[in-house]
């Protein structure tokens, strides 16, 4: 399957949405009970599938000091939900607010405050969205992370790889470029798509550019 082609190559993370309604209200559950719900069973699940899963990301960059403690409980090391300075409340009620955090680079959050360093053993790898912001030279140089378009890496993995290329020649060599996405992104045509992203990644590799998974 696409997901065991995936974990050979790379890694498979968790990536859980609160989705449930209460019976007071329409906005969706975020207590820290119901995460701790969802979190384990996805966990237990990928788990006893094989999957050695220890990175996390909450659906739709959703986050609290409640998330950190579970995901801690359940020995996860690294966690990439924080968009600094990202404010939403979706249609469905659930608010994600990362207005405090300011940090860029990897860091150990705080236990009281998630966008603050601290003593959490979850390391926190901040996310951001490429390309929305991708000619703004204000944000290009404080960036610390950035979500690739894998999109356009399927497209055109040659037109990519310059892109990828400039991209980090502007933002300077101490950042990161992430790259990640879920399996549907690769449905219909799989194969074509799989072969593009390994031409992407070939060129990459004979172009000096280095992979870690998020685990790594």
Known sequence: T????????????CHTHFGRRTAESDN????PLFQKELIEQATHSLRQKGYP?????GGAGFLDKHTLRILCNLNYSVDS???PGFYTKRFDGLVIDHRRC??????????????Q????PILEVPFFKYPLLMYSNTYLKILGNISYNLKE??????????????????????YTIEMSWHPYNFFPNVDEKLSHLRRFLELAL??????WTMQR
């Not at 696409?2 to 993370?13: D, L, Q, S, T």
């Not at 300011?102 to 966008?115: G, R, V």
């Open 53 to 57: 899963t220890l990175s996390f990301r």
């Open 117 to 120: 360093p601290g003593g959490s």
């Open 81 to 83: 939900s924080i968009t």
């Open 206 to 211: 004979a172009n000096d550019f280095q992979f």
């Open 28 to 31: 969706l559950d975020s207590s």
């Open 102 to 115: 300011t940090i860029w680079h990897p860091y150990y959050p705080s236990w009281k405050d998630h966008c």
């Open 2 to 13: 696409i997901v065991e082609r995936m974990a050979f190559n790379g890694e498979i993370g």
């Open 153 to 174: 890496i399927l497209d055109n993995p040659d037109l990519a790889l310059k892109r990828f290329r400039r991209l980090w020649e502007k933002m300077g060599s101490e």
